[in-house]
T-cell receptor
């Protein structure tokens, strides 16, 4: 079974802090994604990566950055956390190439609260 | 206009009922379509792909209408375990990697 793990289930940070969210997958997937999920807005793509050291902006990249130094690990960084970044953050991974890339496997999520 | 729109519900139905969800998408060139399921406080998981000819998986039937740009999911003989949020998902045209998720339709099956 594909396993995607995230470093924390719950995180509370203060405004202005730097926040690191880690994601690790164990199935040698090329593609990795970071989403945030908010009520009524669904999942919105922040960034994705299709290879080591490669990254592309998603729909809402402002205020975030990412790092992919190893194939299995994709990190999301909030340089200076703000209250509007309070959300559920979901990491996902998938294989490269259709149609397999259409199935994304998600981690359990990190609920981040910024005070 | 959102790229993928769904009725948020909630849909509350008794066990054994048949329930249908619809979803519309804005990009007429979209290539691939899916339904994901998300249980309460859990991550989304792929439920089924949606093919032009329509497809069935047990009690679940998915249909695609390209002319009207909508996708449907029909659940027959609802079970308590079907209670979840159902996410309509579209692979935008030209994207080899990205999926666009609807905000989901919440279903509660009542005993």
């Amino acid at each position: 079974d594909v396993k995607v793990t995230q470093s924390s289930r719950y995180l509370v940070k203060r405004t202005g802090e730097k926040v690191f969210l880690e994601c690790v997958q164990d199935m040698d997937h090329e593609n990795m994604f970071w989403y945030r999920q908010d009520p009524g807005l669904g999942l919105r793509l922040i960034y994705f990566s299709y290879d080591v050291k490669m990254k592309e902006k998603g729909d809402i990249p402002e205020g975030y950055s990412v790092s992919r130094e190893k194939k299995e690990r994709f990190s999301l960084i909030l340089e200076s956390a703000s209250t509007n970044q309070t959300s559920m953050y979901l990491c996902a991974s998938s294989l490269r190439g259709a149609p397999k890339n259409n199935e994304q496997f998600f981690g359990p999520g990190t609920r981040l609260t910024v005070l | 206009r959102k790229e993928v729109e769904q009725d948020p519900g909630p849909f509350n139905v008794p066990e054994g009922a048949t329930v249908a969800f619809n979803c519309t998408y804005s990009n007429s060139a979209s290539q691939s379509f899916f339904w994901y399921r998300q249980d309460c406080r859990k991550e989304p998981k792929l439920l089924m792909s949606v093919y032009s000819s329509g497809n069935e998986d047990g009690r679940f039937t998915a249909q695609l209408n390209r002319a009207s740009q909508y996708i449907s999911l029909l659940i027959r003989d609802s079970k308590l375990s079907d209670s979840a949020t159902y996410l309509c998902v579209v692979n935008p045209a030209g994207s080899a990697r990205q999926l666009t998720f609807g905000s989901g339709t919440q279903l509660t099956v009542l005993p």
